[in-house]
């Protein structure tokens, strides 16, 4: 990159071609076919270290003032390689892995890679099984879409929405952990069930945050939707059209604030989904509003969805009846031998799925979380391989960022709701 | 769907098609890698089939498979049609040498990303691609971590640490 001006050059080449030129006392005259306004290109380095980075991502920014010509990103700060280590432990060691992708919900990343390796092995779960884990993944969804609009919100300007949101999802952090005994990397879903019932104290809690709960995001919608610099730095900023949004790869509130109607949840309907009324908000311009107009309607549809699996919630085992694949309950490895024997198999050895290769999609909050399992009929995953929404969305970055303001950036990392974790594996 | 898709590939690909098969519900075409824009143009523009949508792509190691003169690589094309509701696998083996393959960036933009990143961990160069260079690792990174032959625990920078014991104690 040259910093020189064009002007600046052609009186270094002068004087480089007449070196006596500089005794000279007169001011040399400026050439006339030079322009006099200072014109350059200049490249900005933004990140890895920045708070609206959201994790650690660099973008390489060719500006025209403050006008972005092209947006590089640069990812891999982050890279662990998830996909490599998996390749040498067993099927559950790899779910507390998963926890470590996209750390906001790591209850969906459990629940994606369980029913890929579900849908390897041909298991089926108990009905209540699969309505606890509706619940969850849905409290999940709220949890990730509150973290989504207060860090948005964070990163235009706007920072009392951080603190409300945050009050609203210490709740469901706080139901995680009395739930499954962690907040963040929760590691509660099990192949073939999940790892521990809702208690009744639970489900108190849960309903009453559910009264709650559409009324605080009025409230959200109140701080926001009269806030003139939000409404000017939302809407029409990273405006995608429909057949853009679908030949980039996106998926999640990113495709449907575009107006596509695809969501895995009806298209391919898991877990208690088909059996709960619920609609999918889509938006119609595809900019940063309407993207954030479909979470904040995707948060009150989870609420219904949950409040409705409550309402129907089965009596009955949480965990699949497969010996060969799921551990017998403790009490029993505690009492009988042939369970002890049993556990001690299934966690030292494994099991052996059938040979074949499975890809199994998943509506994570952030879009379609699709894991990819090739078997070769071991107890190891021949090959694992993750497709995390965050990391297709990010290719669409340059062509969502180009045209616009240096300050619109931020604006543009947050509407994908970006976690980097996810996106580098 | 699936059955009448994968004739439809068959009949319009007779001497690229090599076999299908179907496994929990899902449809595995294997094609060969030479006319892969054909095929995949073909996917997407089809009314029929309409592969608007391409969800992943990814590689897979066999290096068994290269000792008996076979196709070492496997690059898998996962498609989603979000008009008509239904999911493909394509597949293809390659060869060792030259490990090549055209990109699918002109059917697909998505792609754009998903090669990058399987040329970075599997090493398997994409022609045409408009942008091929490494995505996670460094420029300057040696090998491709996800071949079977890379060690899942190496050395590192940390032990060429002059100041750090090199072997256990002798007792």
């Given at each position: 990159m040259e910093f020189h001006t064009r002007q600046e050059k052609a009186q270094e080449e002068a004087i480089d071609a007449n070196p006596a030129s500089l005794n000279d006392s007169e001011p040399r005259p400026i050439t006339e076919d030079l322009p006099l306004r200072r014109s350059e290109d200049l490249l900005l380095n933004m990140g890895p270290q920045h708070p609206a980075t959201h994790g650690v991502l660099r973008v390489v920014l060719e500006l025209e003032g403050e006008k972005i010509i092209k947006a590089t990103p640069d990812l891999g700060y982050l890279h662990r390689g998830v996909e490599k280590l998996c390749e040498g432990l067993t099927y559950q060691q790899v779910i507390p892995h998963t926890d470590r992708l996209d750390y906001i919900c790591s209850?969906?990343?459990?629940?994606?890679?369980?029913?890929?390796?579900?849908?390897?092995?041909?298991?089926?779960?108990?009905?209540?099984?699969?309505?606890?884990?509706?619940?969850?993944?849905?409290?999940?969804?709220?949890?990730?879409?509150?973290?989504?609009?207060?860090?948005?919100?964070?990163d235009i300007g706007a920072m009392t929405v951080f603190f409300w949101t945050f009050r609203e999802r210490e709740v469901l952090l706080d139901l995680f952990e009395q739930v499954c005994g962690a907040r963040l990397t929760m590691n509660y879903f099990r192949i073939g069930g999940v790892n521990g019932d809702l208690s009744p104290e639970v489900i108190l809690r849960l309903r009453k945050f559910l009264k709650e709960f559409p009324s605080k995001i009025d409230e959200y919608d109140r701080l926001l939707l009269n806030n003139r610099i939000w409404i000017s730095r939302t809407k029409d900023i990273a405006v995608i059209s429909a057949e853009d949004a679908v030949d980039f790869g996106l998926t999640g509130p990113v495709l449907r604030g575009s107006g596509v109607y695809y969501d895995i949840r009806k298209a391919e309907p898991y877990a208690a989904y088909g059996k709960v009324e619920w609609d999918v908000p889509l938006g119609s311009k595809g900019d940063t509003y309407d993207r954030y107009w479909v979470r904040m309607q995707e948060m009150k549809q989870s609420a219904r969805i949950i409040a409705q699996c409550l309402d129907q919630l089965p009596e009955g085992p949480i965990l699949t009846d497969v010996p060969q694949v799921v551990a017998p309950p403790k009490e029993k490895v505690m009492q009988d031998m042939q369970s002890l024997i049993h556990h001690f198999i299934i966690f030292t050895e494994g099991f052996r799925p059938p040979k074949g290769e499975v890809y199994c999609a998943t509506e994570a909050p952030k879009g379609e979380l699709g894991f990819s399992i090739v078997s070769d009929g071991g107890p190891k995953p021949y090959r694992l391989k993750i497709r995390s929404p965050s990391f297709v969305h990010l290719g669409a970055f340059d062509h969502m960022a180009r045209g616009y303001m240096i300050a619109d950036i931020v604006t543009i990392f947050g509407t994908y709701d970006i976690v980097m974790g996810e996106c580098d594996r | 769907m699936n059955s009448e898709v994968v004739q439809k590939i068959?009949?319009?690909?007779?001497?690229?098609?090599?076999?299908?098969?179907?496994?929990?519900?899902?449809?595995?075409?294997?094609?060969?890698?030479d006319r892969i824009v054909e095929i995949a143009q073909f996917l997407r523009d089809d009314p029929e089939l309409a592969f608007d949508h391409l969800s992943d792509v990814f590689s897979v190691d066999y290096p068994g498979r290269s000792a008996s003169g076979g196709e070492r690589f496997e690059v898998v094309y996962q498609l989603n049609s979000i008009q008509k509701r239904h999911r493909l696998r394509l597949s293809t083996g390659l060869r060792e040498d030259p490990c090549e393959i055209d990109s699918v960036y002109p059917v697909w933009k998505a792609a754009g990303f998903l090669e990058r990143e399987v040329y970075d961990l599997m090493g398997i160069r994409f022609r045409n691609h408009p942008d091929l260079r490494r995505i996670f690792l460094p420029e300057d990174f040696d090998g491709h971590p996800l071949r079977k032959e890379y060690p899942a625990e190496g050395k590192g920078w940390r032990n060429t640490f002059e100041f750090l014991p090199t072997e256990e104690p002798q007792t």
């Open positions: 209850m969906t990343n459990n629940f994606a890679y369980v029913r890929a390796v579900e849908k390897l092995l041909g298991v089926s779960i108990p009905e209540r099984g699969e309505y606890v884990r509706t619940i969850i993944a849905e409290m999940q969804r709220i949890v990730g879409h509150l973290f989504w609009l207060g860090t948005q919100a964070l | 068959q009949e319009k690909f007779p001497s690229e098609f090599i076999q299908a098969n179907e496994f929990r519900n899902d449809w595995t075409v294997v094609v060969k890698p």
